[in-house]
């Protein structure tokens, strides 16, 4: 069922106008005694998704028990990310999400349809976990919320990603992006309809189908140098992130005129502190990039590579060095078959040779790090000192008679050219 649509390209939803929407469909459901809402993290801080929360705060106030960001394999929100992101909301409220020991299982995919949705590439089972306090009986609504962009993974990102992943167990976590890497990252991007979110809707179909859960998705764009929300669609159901899918299709994917020789991407440090997060300015621009083009990565922010220990140091260890390497490592190495989620992203992050990548970081990260893992390295100031990106636009600019695509934040959108999107 959908419970609220509105939105379109040319459309602007004023934070009045969706607060107005939320407290039209909460009336609706009727009085609740305990509500969990579900937001993204701080890596997510321009979905909307904090001020939506904030606004089923206000309206439910007490009977708002818990709210949990969907953290995944991500480090815990900081104090100061949870004032910044949620004003006003009570810190006690929130509620670390441990997706490898604070989940319970409810349910299990068998071999069989993993091997169908994947055309045969993987066979294996897949625990279907979520966090456990979506599970206690008092609960009688659960708040999903969260921006559907273009994702490397799944094809378009949040709905139940936000419970599977965002709030679930390792086993699925891991699982799951292998299938998305094995099946091709740029087969999968930018389209509703995936192998991996065809695993999503068999364990929200078969397994928690009786959870109150009301999906709050948003479509966000950047417009005068501020995000704005373009769309709000409210539902329980496919049908409305389908709805929303579309509309962030048409609103946050780029098509350039040409392959892109040089491209240059921002990674904000408050928002991109990893390799994990930051590789979107991989993820996100491959499919423009031509071949032998040069991707340089401003990251003034990194300081690690997984967000998670093991993780970190699994990408320490193997490098992006492409699928057939990474493949052959994971077939030899129990860490990384037991962690297929590090695996996936090591392909993912990996230029297979096409396009070469060039990381930038601050203070945090070495250049012998950097180049240890397979990528180029530069020097930060050196490059801020010649591009100075404060003064770009975001598109195509010239630069010393030198063309320069730029992203001011890869995580809004994709980019692509219509030789590798089809």
Known sequence: MIYYERGSKGDVLSPQEVRDALFGVFSSLGKKKRVIAIPPDFTRLNSGAGEITCFADEYYGDALTDIIPALGTHSPMTPDQIGTMFPGVSGDKFRVHDWRNGVDTVGEIPPSFVEKVSEGRLSYGMKVQVNSLLLEPSVDLILSVGQVVPHEVVGMANYTKNIFVGVGGDDFINKSHFIGAAYGMERIMGRAKSPV??????????????????????????????????????????????????????????????????????????????????????????????????????????KEFGEDPAIDALIRKYGYRGTP??????????????????????????????????????????????????????????????????????????????????????????????????
Not at 222 to 241: Q, S, Y
Not at 344 to 358: K, V, Y
């Open 197 to 302: 979110r065809d695993v999503f809707e068999y364990a929200r179909e078969r397994f928690i189908a009786s959870l109150p859960i009301i999906y709050i998705l948003t479509v966000r764009a950047r417009e005068g140098g501020r995000m704005v929300t373009k769309g709000l669609f409210v539902g329980d159901g496919f049908d409305c992130f389908e709805k929303a899918a579309a509309l962030s299709l048409e609103t946050n994917f780029i098509m350039v005129e040409k392959p892109l020789q040089k491209c240059l991407v921002w990674l904000d440090p408050a928002e991109f502190k990893s390799t994990w997060l930051g590789n979107k300015a991989v993820y996100r621009t491959r499919m423009a990039l031509a071949d032998g083009a040069d991707l340089i990565i401003l990251a003034p922010g990194l």
């Open 325 to 422: 390497h990474t493949l052959g490592c994971t077939e030899k190495n129990a860490g990384l078959r037991e962690n297929l989620g590090a695996s996936a992203h090591l392909i993912h992050g990996s230029s297979e040779g096409r396009f070469n990548i060039t990381y930038a970081p601050g203070p945090g990260v070495s250049r012998e790090e950097i180049e240890a893992v397979g990528y180029k390295w530069a020097d930060l100031d050196v490059l801020i000192s010649k591009y100075h990106p404060e003064s770009l636009a975001d598109g195509l600019n010239v630069i010393g008679g030198e063309e320069i695509y730029y992203i001011s934040n890869p995580a809004l959108g994709l980019w692509a050219h219509g030789s590798r999107f089809r």
